[in-house]
């Protein structure tokens, strides 16, 4: 296996595994509304880095994370759905990166560059990757809770707007992460396809929350090395392979219940 | 010579309202409503639909923004069955019932979350299935254990026997009685049920739309010219002992 390849399986498995694990928070309506538009804010970042031959992290990461402090505030301030805001964060991200991205370069923000990830990137995807995994373990079980109902959480003392903005930055992170594994047009799919599936064949919660993360890495794996022998672009490679489980989980679950 | 009673009254005393005032979206809900919860007592929430009971828990709890006073004379920990929390929201979720139990601040272990079943009449297996999966009065006994569990000295039931079959009801109201004498408990109530109003009210609170109130215990307020002001129609009452 050359070192590339390595690395790049590396970070997949670690991107991968880490997006799944947070998708399975996303249950309700809300949590599961914001992921996509903020990956799309993902686009203005990448046309910079792009631009001015940046790190393609160095470029998103700044943007997702004032998309997800700004969705936070405004929730606060404005009272709208954290939804509605998601979709208009949206607009404005991809509007902004149609007006700057010059169309011809545009591919490594739409599909990703991980076979040509770096030992500093992957190393700095790891570490977040951790951070993440750890914080989303620390907020599991109140924002579990939150998902079944938000008064009961506030009247057993959770902190609902901290445990929002913690929510909120965790996806921002995976989203910039996503980014260099498929792009930013379908990172959202890395965070919502694993859990999914996980849905369709799990009772409780532990075999829920393992088997999205399997299912992450699963596909990841399978995504990298597909597209390294038929020279497809990795990206797609990845979510397609997590579509693939999700329909196998579909025949699975129809064989059991 | 009241003065000794007073001051013994005020010493338990809970909860003050003072002229509340709830809106939600420029729409006055609540309006200059006062009332007032000793420790220990039962108060029911009477009154149509509509009328805002939901929203006074709501707006005692914390959870909605109000003017006027409330004035929690101890910071009791509390539990809440909200109303509606049914199965629609639980039927996406990948929670075992022991899962929904492990979700509270403070987990129980599985033999005390048995015994809290047990008390609200649910089997042990119950423990292993999808909370999803059962029906609408067991999911609504599994709340109830669910809230006793953590044993919370003040105890907001919205609604909580709705959906449980006939006899199921009463099991639920004994055992939260059982419960109340046993632990000290206040508990706030919003039921239909005139019975349990009647058995088991300290106090009595009526709300209607039109913004007519009354509080008092169950004896003054349970007639059928209070009843028929509140609800707007005649209502049958038959006198208990």
Not at chain 2, 40 to 52: K, Q, R, S, W, Y
Request: glycine share 8%; net charge positive; charged share 15%.
């Amino acid at each position: 296996m050359s070192y590339q390849l390595f690395l790049t399986l590396i970070s997949g498995v670690f991107i991968g595994g880490v997006a799944g694990y947070l998708g399975t928070l996303m249950l309700s309506k809300k949590m599961s509304a914001v992921a996509g538009p903020l990956a799309h804010l993902a686009f203005p970042g990448a046309a910079i880095a792009l631009l001015w031959g940046l790190s393609l992290f160095l470029g998103v990461f700044p943007f997702v994370i004032i998309g997800a402090i700004l969705i936070w505030t405004l929730e606060r301030k404005t009272k709208l759905p954290m939804e509605n805001l998601a979709a208009i964060i949206f607009a404005a991200g991809v509007g902004t990166a149609l007006l700057i991205l010059p169309i011809g370069k545009a591919e490594e923000a739409l599909v990703g560059n991980i076979t040509a990830i770096t030992p500093l990137e992957t190393l700095v995807t790891i570490i977040l990757s951790l951070l993440v995994f750890y914080v989303v373990r620390r907020v599991y079980k109140k924002m579990m809770l939150m998902n079944v109902y938000e008064d009961l959480a506030t009247i057993e003392g959770v902190n609902t707007n901290l445990y929002n903005l913690l929510y909120l930055l965790s996806i921002a992170i995976v989203v910039a992460l996503g980014v260099y594994l498929v792009g930013g047009l379908i990172t959202a799919a890395l965070i919502a396809i694993p859990a999914a599936s996980a849905k369709n064949i799990s009772k409780g919660l532990l075999s829920y929350k393992i088997s999205a993360v399997a299912f992450g890495i699963l596909a990841s794996i399978a995504g990298i090395i597909i597209a390294r022998f038929t020279q497809l672009p990795t990206g797609p490679i990845v979510i397609i392979a997590g579509v693939v489980l999700f329909l196998i989980s579909i025949i699975f679950r129809k064989k059991t219940f | 010579m009241v003065k000794p009673l007073k001051s013994l009254n005020t010493n338990n005393m809970l909860l003050e309202v003072a002229n509340l005032n709830v809106s939600l979206n420029g729409e006055k809900i609540l309006e200059n409503l006062s009332f007032q919860v000793r420790q220990g007592e039962i108060l029911t929430v009477l009154g149509p639909n509509g009328a805002g009971k939901s929203v006074l828990f709501r707006t005692l709890l914390g959870l909605l923004p109000y003017e006027g006073t409330i004035q929690w004379n101890k910071k009791p920990k509390i539990g809440y069955l909200p109303q509606g929390l049914n199965q629609l929201r639980a039927k996406g979720l990948p929670l075992t019932v022991q899962d929904f139990f492990a979700l509270k601040n403070v987990s129980s272990r599985d033999e005390e979350t048995e015994k809290y079943l047990a008390l609200v009449g649910l089997e042990r297996d119950v423990l292993f299935k999808k909370a999803g999966s059962l029906s609408g009065g067991q999911f609504q006994r599994m709340l109830v254990a669910w809230v006793l569990i953590s044993h919370p000295e003040v105890i907001f039931f919205d609604e909580p026997t709705t959906g449980i079959d006939i006899g199921g009801g009463e099991t639920i109201y004994s055992l939260l009685h059982n419960i109340w004498e046993q632990e000290k408990l206040t508990i706030f109530l919003v039921t239909h049920d005139l019975n349990i109003v009647y058995k088991h009210s300290t106090n009595v609170l009526c709300l209607n739309r039109k913004g007519h109130h009354c509080f008092g215990a169950p004896k003054e307020i349970l007639n059928a010219e209070t009843l028929k002001k509140v609800f707007d129609k005649e209502i049958k009452i038959y006198e208990h002992n």
